[in-house]
């Protein structure tokens, strides 16, 4: 079956990085975009930007240009997200998700999340 | 703000039938998509491309399209069904992808 296991919980310093896996299986990786989406504390979902793992096209949503690269690894199926320069407000849960049809934002599949903690 | 619009809480009683809406003028050109998340939970797509329903989804939930207007339909509202329901689409340029702020469903 389609699973989506993302790293582990993460606490960062402000101005810092972070980058957080996604690692694939049940499928063909280069066969599906994977986007990432966050959720702050209580509040609702953002889309940050997708991937395309057959080609290493990306798509950033305009608030993170400039400070989020994704990429993959198509040897161990796995996809990255890398988010610079942390401030508070950048505290959130992360999830991968599968799209299911291209990029048109139908995700069928989700990662089980990733916390990450920007405090001094 | 989001492009996409929800109404912040919506309640149904139990077995009675509940539609949550998503606003927006880019589903006069997008279909909409519709995800149900649970407290502590990932998402899961409950309808997607307008009116598609995954399999393992109860075919209480359909979902409908008018105008700038996307609605999810629940018909005899079950208590497992309470969640938090999250709308998205295209956004009004068409290369990027947005939700709605989501729409609280008590189960009365």
């Known amino acids: 079956q389609v699973q989506l296991v993302q790293s582990g919980a993460e606490v960062k310093k402000p101005g810092a990085s972070v980058k957080v896996s996604c690692k694939a299986s049940?499928?063909?990786?280069?066969?599906?975009?994977i986007s990432w989406v966050r959720q702050a504390p209580g509040q609702g979902l953002e889309w940050m930007g997708w991937?395309?793992?057959?080609?290493?096209?990306?798509n950033y949503a305009q608030k993170f240009q400039g400070r989020v690269t994704m990429t993959t690894d198509t040897s161990t199926s796995t996809a990255y997200m890398e988010l610079r320069s942390l401030r508070p407000d950048d505290t959130a849960v992360y999830y991968c998700?599968?799209?299911?049809?291209?990029?048109?934002?139908?995700?069928?599949?989700w990662g089980q999340g990733a916390l990450v903690t920007v405090s001094s | 703000s989001s492009e996409l619009t929800q109404d912040p809480a919506v309640s149904v009683a139990l077995g009675q039938t509940v539609r949550i809406t998503c606003q927006g003028d880019s589903l006069r050109s997008y279909h909409a998509s519709w995800y149900q998340q649970k407290p502590g939970q990932a998402p899961v797509v409950v309808i997607y491309?307008?009116?598609n329903r995954p399999s393992g989804i109860p075919d209480r939930f359909s979902g409908s399209s008018s105008g700038n207007t996307a609605s999810l339909t629940i018909t005899g509202a079950q208590a497992e069904d309470e969640a938090d329901y999250y709308c998205n689409s295209r956004d009004s340029s068409g290369k990027h992808v947005v939700f709605g702020g989501g729409t609280k469903l008590t189960v009365l």
């Open positions: 491309a307008k009116n």
């Open positions: 049940g499928y063909t990786f280069t066969s599906f975009g």
């Open positions: 991937i395309s793992p057959y080609t290493g096209n990306t």
């Open positions: 998700a599968r799209d299911a049809l291209g990029d048109q934002g139908v995700y069928d599949s």
